[in-house]
């Protein structure tokens, strides 16, 4: 399912452009100049970014909704961990009203008090995780409940400039940066430009449409790779069992296959699970981050149910035996992305003392 009317006209000109991203033209200027501001007032000392006394590595977007950013986050965190780091992650906790104080855990958190996606990466990494809209007031927690940590990651924050950074990763998909405007007449929250400044840009690739062009054109000092999504394995919600795709390739048979996804491109899912041989009796396009209070599969007739992993952490209540959650990583073109990601944080952390 597709968005259609004025929001499915507005993503498509998103792309192309068109009469409608004109009208909405003056807008998008508007905004540039909002992010121009902001920029200006923290580079003249206006205001000022706090800086944490561990390495920042910011994992953001400049294309509004799902791009691929939570996967890499995860295995960022998993690869870090892997070469002795202690990792902790801040996030802003979409959908969730936090108040003053941040809210902190590890292992399993429920993502009606953490939200979906630090719940999922709280659950996936291992890490431990701390939520706020004010990203400093979260780093500040973590260390504090955590002190071990010697890394934070900050799933999203790119434009969240009140948190010092080290390192900024951009991860995008085969829109690029689309009509290249800022909202409302285009995707995005900063000018293409922007690219050019972080460290790495990651480009989740599928089939689809072509790669926007002049990603290319970066500097030699931005690091470039691809990136997709495969499923790693299928966890039956009811049970916790667990299968590799091709033990639930042969589990399923004949079976009637329905996919459900609530994230920011779901069509994105559907595709690999046609591409991992997966025939698909049915699909439902939902929201981004919806909430499952109520179960949409009611009237889903089907003997397996697919949700993506972001969905899964609050699709267990819903009781529901047909449902499967599909666990998926990243497989990235560049063999040595986390070897140079970890010489670059070591860099950063050298010499920078530990505060009280």
């Not at 100049?33 to 003249?44: D, E, F, G, I, N």
């Not at 998909?173 to 000018?191: I, V």
């Not at 990583?329 to 992305?337: E, H, M, N, W």
Request: hydrophobic fraction near 45%.
């Amino acid at each position: 399912m597709k968005p259609d009317g004025l929001a499915g006209l507005l993503m498509r000109q998103w792309q192309t452009g068109g009469w409608l991203c004109g009208l909405l033209a003056p807008l998008g200027l508007l905004a540039g100049a909002a992010v121009r501001l902001k920029r200006l007032a923290y580079a003249r000392g206006w205001r000022r970014a706090w800086r944490a006394p561990v390495p920042v590595l910011v994992i953001g977007n400049l294309y509004v909704g799902g791009t691929g950013k939570t996967p890499v986050v995860i295995e960022t965190a998993r690869q870090l961990a892997a070469r002795g780091w202690r990792p902790g992650i801040v996030s802003r906790g979409y959908g969730v009203k936090t108040g003053p104080a941040p809210r902190v855990g590890q292992g399993t958190l429920d993502a009606a008090e953490f939200g979906d996606e630090p719940a999922l990466i709280a659950r996936d990494s291992g890490a431990p995780v701390a939520i706020h809209p004010r990203r400093p007031l979260a780093a500040q927690a973590l260390l504090a409940r955590f002190p071990d940590v010697d890394v934070i990651l900050s799933d999203d924050g790119l434009q969240h400039l009140a948190l010092a950074r080290d390192l900024e990763i951009v991860v995008q998909d085969e829109r690029g940066t689309g009509n290249g405007r800022l909202l409302p007449a285009g995707p995005l929250r900063e000018p293409p430009g922007r690219l050019a400044q972080v460290d790495a840009v990651l480009t989740n690739r599928s089939a689809g449409p072509a790669p926007a062009a002049g990603a290319s054109a970066l500097p030699a000092a931005v690091r470039q790779a691809d990136m997709c999504l495969e499923p790693m394995r299928y966890v039956h919600l009811g049970s916790g069992k667990a299968l590799t795709p091709e033990a639930f390739a042969a589990h399923a048979g004949q079976a009637r296959l329905f996919a459900a996804a609530g994230i920011g491109q779901p069509e994105r899912y559907f595709r690999t699970l046609r591409q991992a041989g997966l025939r698909l009796d049915g699909t439902l396009a939902l929201p981004d981050h919806f909430d499952y209070r109520a179960s949409p599969f009611g009237a889903v007739k089907a003997d397996i149910i697919l949700v993506t992993a972001k969905d899964a952490v609050k699709c267990r209540a819903l009781g529901d035996a047909r449902i499967w959650a599909v666990e998926a990583a990243p497989r990235f073109s560049d063999p040595g992305l986390f070897d140079w990601l970890d010489a670059r944080l070591r860099q950063a952390a050298a010499g920078r003392p530990r505060q009280p």
